[in-house]
């Protein structure tokens, strides 16, 4: 029984060690893409970052289910955290003094230089848009007894991917383009976010699906205090 049990606890701390190095990836890539935009037609464009974006909030969603709000909330300060840490070690690094004649050095600056600025005018984004997802998720997980998960996972991912777009695209673009061009690319996003978190929902309701069934992990949140500072 002891070994049993063991078993158990071990697939759960590799499971979420999984989701949670997986949030972290697609988190830093849509911080290193948010500068460049791809032309989807003619008259379309969108912010790369998106591509990679909804993934945070799927995998957010997984951990918050399954694990319960902690560790949720401790997923987003854990990105938040890493991207600071990736930010300012590449930039201070770029800045270090190169060969005059090595061109490649000045395309790390025109890359990498603006992830400054991502990682001072994010965090509110990433704060109100994250924490608005995982509470909502898991409130009417306690709701619902557990029910409806893709339901409550496309909410509440829409919600938060909502709330965050604004709030990101519009301080990472301010000063840079003009409000109009700003307010294209809110609505835009949003709207690509909206897509394929609808288009792509059902990928997290078969991993949650088969992680509740075959390994019976499925934390309730019934006492957890709520407040994102607190770990």
């Known amino acids: 029984m002891e070994k049993i049990s063991y078993s158990h606890t071990d ?37 790369s970052s998106a591509f990679c974006y909804t993934f945070t909030y799927f995998i957010n969603d997984i951990i918050t289910e399954l694990f319960g709000i902690r560790d949720g909330k401790f997923t987003v300060w854990l990105g938040i ?8 070690l590449v930039v201070a690094i770029i800045s270090l003094p190169s060969p005059t004649n090595f061109e490649p050095s000045g395309c790390y600056h025109i890359v990498l230089d603006p992830m400054i600025r991502i990682s001072l005018v994010e965090v509110p984004g990433i704060v109100i848009g994250r924490f608005i997802n995982i509470y909502f998720l898991a409130r009417t997980k306690v709701l619902l007894n557990s029910r409806f ?22 301080f990472v673009w301010v000063g840079i383009t003009s409000f109009s061009t700003i307010i294209s690319i809110i609505f835009l996003n949003s709207l690509i976010n909206i897509a394929a978190i609808l288009l792509l929902s059902w990928a997290p309701f078969l991993i949650v699906y088969f992680i509740k069934n075959k390994l019976g992990i499925d934390e309730f949140d019934y006492k957890e205090k709520f407040n994102p500072f607190k770990l």
């Open 11 to 47: 697939i759960s701390k590799k499971i979420l060690l999984l989701l949670t190095s997986l949030y972290v990836c697609f988190d830093l890539a849509s911080d290193l893409l948010l500068y460049d935009l791809a032309k989807v037609t003619t008259n379309l464009v969108i912010n």
């Open 149 to 170: 998960f893709w339901l409550r996972s496309i909410l509440s991912s829409c919600l938060g991917a909502v709330v965050h777009t604004i709030l990101v695209d519009f």
């Open 81 to 88: 955290f890493c991207d600071w840490v990736f930010i300012w």
